[in-house]
């Protein structure tokens, strides 16, 4: 079965955690954010899921090295995938989705009527494609990694046999609120608790106060797509723009390492360390201490 190959095929390059949903799953999703945008003919929407080591939030916890963790896998990868699916003969679209701001008045050239830049979300994809679930501070969790991976997509006209929607808990959301405490600008509200639906999936989340995210002193960097996108060439409404609508990889700020702490600690995660995580009290840094 095609579906059993690519799985094995994905392992065999890399891959930790493959999952496969049918473009019907998206039906709720925006054209601009619709990956059937990017490929009309689109059957499956293939999600790829590659483990972020626990040592990369090694220094950031400790406060004494920042290293970014990345949202999105190397485009190696999807490449590998799509080349896999077109050599059986289908197509294989890889997707490394840049945020909309880069294009803040993006003008249809195409007869759909649909502007570029289509920016289908890798979370939503995520949920949809059966691989875990959306935390309370609303990043995306799996069983068996909680926030640590890096995500990547590929679009085919393939049909596969889709994976079961996610029905297990990783997050358990009111009875932690870790990332709403140890955030110190109060970004994650716990009282304004939002239902999340993909896919028929509802969960609860905490309203974020993305503006204030912007300026986290605790750990967060522009998203990868976004850095690339810094304007050098681009008027000054352009590189206004994306200040104000930057992307943000939240992974290593401090409400995600102690979501890491938090769901190692109570074994709500599969993988498994000889020591826990969080050794020493977290250092915290308020807006007015940088
Ligand atoms: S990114 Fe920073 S400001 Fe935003 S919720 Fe996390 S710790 Fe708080
Ligand atoms: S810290 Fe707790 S409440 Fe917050 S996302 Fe993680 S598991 Fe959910």
């Given at each position: 079965m095609l579906k059993d190959e690519l799985k094995s095929f994905a392992r065999e390059v890399g891959i930790d955690l493959v999952g496969i949903a049918p473009i019907e799953r998206f039906k709720d999703v925006p054209p601009e954010r619709h990956p059937a945008s990017i490929f009309p003919e689109a059957k499956t929407i293939i999600v790829l899921v590659q483990e972020i080591p626990r040592g990369t939030f090694r220094g950031i916890e400790e406060g004494t090295l920042w290293m970014r963790a990345p949202r999105q896998i190397a485009p190696r990868y999807t490449y590998r995938i799509a080349r896999f699916l077109e050599d059986k003969g289908w197509e294989g679209v890889p997707v490394a989705p840049l945020p909309p701001e880069r294009w803040p008045e993006g003008i249809p050239v195409a007869k759909s009527g649909v502007a570029p830049n289509v920016s289908p979300s890798l979370e939503y994809a995520a949920v949809s494609a059966g691989l875990g679930e959306i935390g309370f501070c609303r990043i995306f969790l799996t069983p068996q990694f909680g926030p640590r991976q890096s995500l990547g997509m590929v679009i085919t006209d393939a049909e596969m046999e889709p994976d079961p929607i996610f029905n297990g808990i990783v997050c358990d959301r009111e009875n932690c609120l870790e990332c709403v405490s140890n955030c110190s600008l109060n970004a994650i509200s716990k009282d304004e608790?939002?239902?999340i639906t993909i896919a028929g999936k509802e969960m609860r989340c905490g309203r974020v106060n993305f503006k204030a995210c912007k300026l986290c002193p605790q750990g967060v960097y522009l998203d990868e797509a976004s850095q690339r996108a810094t304007p050098t060439t681009s008027t000054d409404y352009l590189s206004k723009k994306i200040?104000?609508?930057?992307?943000?990889?939240?992974?290593?700020?401090?409400?995600?390492?102690?979501?890491?702490?938090?769901?190692e600690k109570t074994n709500r995660i599969t993988k498994k360390y000889n020591t826990p995580f969080r050794i020493r009290e977290p250092w915290k840094l308020g807006i007015f201490d940088v």
């Open positions: 608790v939002e239902t200040v104000e609508d930057i992307s943000l990889n939240r992974l290593t700020s401090a409400c995600v390492r102690a979501c890491i702490a938090h769901l």
